[in-house]
């Protein structure tokens, strides 16, 4: 029986181990029979509390009852209109109305008109961003929005508008997701917020809030994480911590279960605190206690009550096995085959009920429901797990006898979903190698674009090499000589000597400007041949240290081998050489020395 792997808890500093299903199956049954014991305790109590008593209305003791059906029964249990949950990562604002504020009897529009003028934002804004709903059975708005800013606007309302009546509102914000609450006894009464804080600062794990649970002792405090510390520091002092369990919340104004009095739509000042009855005479009446939750002789949600406090919610791996169930099943909701006139049949799951085989359409065959249900066994008929489940499956899929569901094949939902995650892992392994293929000819081609335009950068500064000398070596150009003057003549117009100045002055600018841009050619030149000697001398070191590198580990490699080979010819010869040995010994050994010794004694004799 494999259980699952322990958890470390560092609020509680213990390692957590989550049972295995033996140990669940018998706390379950201790549970059950607790239960049971209880019920059957309180039972024979209000019996002996009623014994004497006249409680049929005037008939006698003993008389038939009627029956009052569902119609008549308690107003505890009548139905309220469910509402979807709110999404976990949202920050979620209740508004515990004040002044006979009746929720249900407000349209949400109205509600949600109100709440935008308490915030100052625009109906659009907060139809994009917020969530409202209402509970009509506690009297409580809930909103909801994913933004932190917009959840602070929210948390500061405390009066909505409706009509031209202002209501007053309590705002709180819900504990947030990854959280837990747990409860601390034996605190200070009147302990203010931030003297708690103080109380409760030197403790290893992280505490969001912390405050106190009305006028009593005791302090709500809010942990980071998944579990409850078993002890937590307060003051100088370890405090037993417990997980936070809401209460039934009971309304003392109108006797009604759900919310409290201050919330209370319907305030109703003739009603006893202690049985509930409506109109009564405070100087002719007599109480008869009798919760309302456990129908025990006590006030209602007294401290003695036992149904006072909800039920705790399941711990986190019975969470946790839950979802998984979830899933699965819907799976197996999903898995069709096809029998054999090609009608396709949904597979139902295995852990059907009773009461879910009642409820199907009529429309299906009595034989094909006569071959899905399992008649129920003896425990020693009891066949093994993997048997009835072939049976089932195949009654299903085929609606064969039960000669031929032997050699039917059971469809295996696990290995389809082995088969699907086996081919989209292959996709994606073929996807991530042509994305490899890919990248590695996007580096070659930038390496061959780097390799030209080196080439193309050395042959520009052959050329601006070769021009340089060349101009090095040609003399600079003179103006050609005039030929012979004829005798002077008298000089032009002032046009013609204009001209003559601009030539000489372009000749001027024409040696400047030859001078500049070999100067500039030079500064350039330097400047890139510095750059490519850099250039060049790294590309020559890094290949180098490379191919350096490489060798030492080829030589390394070469040596070990040689090393090994050498190791191995070595023991090769020895066992050659042992082998060798071996087989010129002699096979008789004390035979042939006793011949030896013989043959010595006789030579002897014969000297």
Known sequence: MNDMEPTFDSNSGKTLCKNGPWMTLSARQQKKKEFAASEKTQKESACHHSQGQ??????????????????????????????????????????????????????????????????GVTLQELYAKVIIQTQWHQNLILASTEEEECALKLAQVTHIQIGQTAYEVTPYLKPIPDTVRGVVHGIEEGTTDEQLEDLLAMNNCKILYARMLGRSTSAVITFEGPHVPFYVKVGCTLSRCRPYRKSVQYCRSCGEIGHRQDVCPNPNDDICDNCGEQNADPNNHKCELKCKLCGMPHETASRECRRKLKPAPPPLRVRERSRSRQRSFGYQNNVVTMNDNDHAVSLPPRDETNQERLSRPKSRSRSRGRERSVPSTTPTDVEPDNVQRKLSWANVVTGHSHSSMESTSTPTTKHYTYEETITI??????????????QKKKTQEKEASTEKQLEYLMREIEQLRREQTQNSQTPPSRPPSPPPSSPPQPKPATLANQTKVTQNDLRVLEDRINANMTVVMDDIMSKVSQVVETTVTQLLQTGFQTLKSEMENQIRALETKMTQSGESFSQRIHTLEERENARKKPKYPVREAEILQTLSKKDGEAN
């Open 425 to 438: 892992l292959r996709r994606e392994n073929e996807e991530l190698r042509q994305a490899l293929e890919l």
């Open 54 to 119: 006249n409680t049929n209305d005037g008939k006698p003791q003993g008389a038939p009852q009627k029956y009052l059906g569902h119609n008549n029964a308690s107003k505890r249990f009548s139905r309220w209109p469910t509402v979807p949950s709110l999404p976990e990562n949202h920050y979620k604002i209740v508004y515990r109305p004040q002044a006979g504020m009746k929720v249900s009897n407000l349209k949400d529009g109205v509600i949600v008109r109100g709440l935008a003028q308490a915030c």
